[in-house]
Structure formats: structure tokens, C-alpha cells
């Protein structure tokens, strides 16, 4: 009798947990629901109050500018600058922190302020010494250092640092897999082993999540043993086998860890588009879309780079062919010239404008999912 009491009392007890368990799943599943709703209201209501040359502004990652940076914003309202070496050189963490505070209390929609901080050969603000003591090692050195908790903090630390200069986008890590030495991304990029690439940018993408710091992936689909596309047009003739087999394994990775941004190369790569680089490729953007599953944000790598200007030659053209590519953001050192091309070509009926809102919806969420804007 005692024994049976026990057993109706042990299964009593395991139906209550198992329902408070239910319940607790239940609200939770309930609050994140209402967290997405609520968030989706707010995008349109950002989205609505905007002109079309305000949201096509919002697509802007632009070079910041020597000077008037401030008064640029006001006008413009870019989605973002991106500030090089130069800046830093003879500037202070005050004086940049100052700076940026100001162009963004003149943004209607705050900005992304972004820095590439790779490690190693490509460093921007660590590079100097009232920044940093010592510039960040690169992610190769890293591991030799230290091993993959030593990554870990690597990651952790370069989020820190920029967010305490008020800089909330790193366009890094770097998923491209080198061949060899010799190749031109070899001293950018982690390895040579696509596995410990992958491992590499899952670790730091998470990390820098747990930072709420932005990170992007580059240069989608990868460069392999490719050359330089920041001084010619370069061509890709790999197999798509050996794509998917290598090159798109960080990738996946690093969608699979929640990276919200992803940079598209200027390659050439054949077996996806025998004609146009990939940055300027609707079937590597419906690729990256469709088979890969990413939803965030899709960046061009720089648009003053050789390996698109020299294709194109009119940057008008380039700055138009990015958006109909599918790019949510063009990196630009031209974002006026931009703004007009793609207002133009919205006019004219060659872009729709629900692709342009579909692209600042993207933004707007990145903004909202890292605290930029609320």
C-alpha cells in the first residue's frame, strides 16, 4: 500500500514539473513572440517616416569623409561610415569618441560606425599607440599563442575596445580558406584548413554576439588562391564542388553562430556567374540567400576597388548594378553619386522601391537586434 502511495506521488510530482515546464516554455515562446511583433511595428514605423532618398541613404556604408563628416551626416543621413588608419593617427580615444557621439545625435536613424580590425596585417585603430599598447596579433598568431580559448578572448577583447570608442561594427573576422603562402588573403586569413577556419569564425561570432558587436563575414563566397581585386579584375575559375566542399564551410559556420552581416567579394567566380563579380551577382545573392538560409544584411566590399571600376567603369553603374544584385548595403567612398544613381534608377522603374524597403527593413533590424537604435 505504501509503496503504491509513493508511486501515485512520484507520478503526481512529475506531471506537475512537466506542466510547469510547459507553462514556463509556453511563456517564454509567448514573450519572444511579442518581442518580434513589437520590433516588426517599430521597423515600420522607422521605415514610414523616411523619404525614399532617406532610406536609399540608410544603404550607404560610406568612407568617412577627411572632412565636414558631421555636416555630411546631417544632410545625408548614410546608414553608416567606415573610418580608416587615418583617422586615428594623430586623433585620441576622447576625440573619436567625441566625434562619432556627434554624428550620431545628427542621425535620425542611428549609424553603424565600422572599422575593419582584423588582426595582424589589417588593423585600424590598435595600430597606434594611444589606442592600444600593442596592435592586435593576427587570428593565425593568436592561435599559436594561446589555442582556441586564447580566440576566444581575442574576439572578446577587439569587441570591447571598439564599443568603448563608440564603435559598434567590426567588418571582419575573414572566412576566406588561403592555399598557400603565396597567396594574396594568406596572411588575413586563419588557415589553410577550411574545418579550423569554420571553427574560427564560430567562436568569434559568438563571442562578439555576447558583445552585442557587429561582425561580418568576408569575403563571400571566398578567395582562395586568388589575386587582389582592390588593384584589377579578378577571375575564378574553381569548381563549384570545390566551393562547397571548402570555402563555404565558415560561412555556413558563421550563419549557423548568428553573424548579422555578410561582405560579397568583387571575384569573378565562374561556376556561379561566368559574367559579373560576385558582388555585382544575382545568382550569388540568391545562392547566399536560398541554399545558404541568411536573412541578415548583405555588404559589397569597397565599391572604389579596381576589380568592379574597371569592369564597369562608370561608378553610377556600379553603385545601381549593387542594389540590383541584391546588396542591402553598399561599402562606398561615393555616397552621394550613389544616393542619386539608385534614386534615379527607382524612378525610372529598373529597381522596385519594395526592394529598397526590404533592404532597410534588414538594417533596421540589425540596428534594433545590437541596440543601436530602439
Not at 522607422?46 to 541613404?57: A, P, R, V
Request: glycine letters at 6%.
Amino acid at each position: 500500500m505504501k509503496k503504491s502511495i509513493k508511486s501515485f506521488a512520484s507520478l503526481v510530482l512529475a506531471l506537475v514539473i512537466a506542466l510547469t515546464m510547459s507553462f514556463s516554455i509556453t511563456a517564454v515562446a509567448y514573450a519572444k513572440e511579442k518581442e518580434k511583433i513589437a520590433q516588426s511595428e517599430r521597423i515600420e514605423e522607422i521605415l514610414k517616416s523616411m523619404t525614399l532618398s532617406e532610406k536609399i541613404g540608410q544603404m550607404m556604408l560610406v568612407y568617412v569623409p577627411k572632412s565636414k563628416a558631421y555636416e555630411t551626416q546631417k544632410k545625408r543621413q548614410y546608414g553608416g561610415y567606415v573610418i580608416f588608419a587615418n583617422s586615428f593617427k594623430n586623433s585620441t580615444k576622447g576625440k573619436i569618441k567625441k566625434r562619432i557621439s556627434v554624428w550620431q545625435k545628427t542621425s535620425k536613424v542611428k549609424m553603424l560606425i565600422s572599422v575593419d580590425e582584423e588582426g595582424g596585417s589589417v588593423v585600424r585603430a590598435s595600430k597606434y599607440k594611444q589606442f592600444r599598447k600593442y596592435p592586435y596579433m593576427s587570428p593565425r598568431r593568436v592561435y599559436q599563442k594561446g589555442g582556441w580559448e586564447k580566440v576566444k578572448s581575442d574576439a572578446k577583447s577587439k569587441s570591447k575596445f571598439l564599443l568603448s570608442l563608440n564603435i559598434n561594427t567590426n567588418l571582419a573576422p575573414v572566412a576566406d580558406v588561403a592555399y598557400k603562402r603565396s597567396n594574396f588573403i594568406f596572411s588575413r586569413s586563419f588557415s589553410t584548413n577550411a574545418n579550423a577556419v569554420s571553427k574560427y569564425i564560430r567562436l568569434s561570432v559568438t563571442e562578439m554576439n555576447n558583445k552585442k558587436c557587429i561582425s561580418t563575414l568576408k569575403h563571400f563566397p571566398g578567395y582562395g588562391n586568388n589575386g587582389d581585386t582592390h588593384t584589377g579584375v579578378v577571375v575564378d575559375y574553381r569548381s563549384k564542388k570545390v566551393f562547397e566542399n571548402r570555402d563555404l564551410k565558415p560561412f555556413k559556420a558563421g550563419i549557423k553562430a548568428g553573424a548579422p552581416m555578410i561582405m560579397v567579394s568583387h571575384n569573378i567566380v565562374r561556376c556561379f556567374d561566368k559574367r559579373h563579380p560576385a558582388s555585382m551577382s544575382y545568382k550569388v545573392h540568391k545562392y547566399l540567400r536560398e541554399e545558404m538560409n541568411f536573412d541578415g544584411v548583405i555588404v559589397t566590399d569597397g565599391l572604389g576597388m579596381k576589380g568592379v571600376i574597371n569592369k564597369y567603369g562608370s561608378y553610377e553603374e556600379v553603385a545601381v548594378r549593387a542594389v540590383k544584385a541584391g546588396n542591402d548595403m553598399l561599402c562606398t567612398p561615393h555616397g552621394v553619386r550613389g544616393i542619386r544613381a539608385i534614386r534615379k534608377a527607382v524612378k525610372k522603374g529598373e529597381i522596385k522601391e519594395s526592394q529598397i524597403d526590404k533592404s532597410v527593413r534588414r538594417i533596421l533590424k540589425m540596428k534594433l537586434d545590437y541596440g543601436i537604435i530602439r
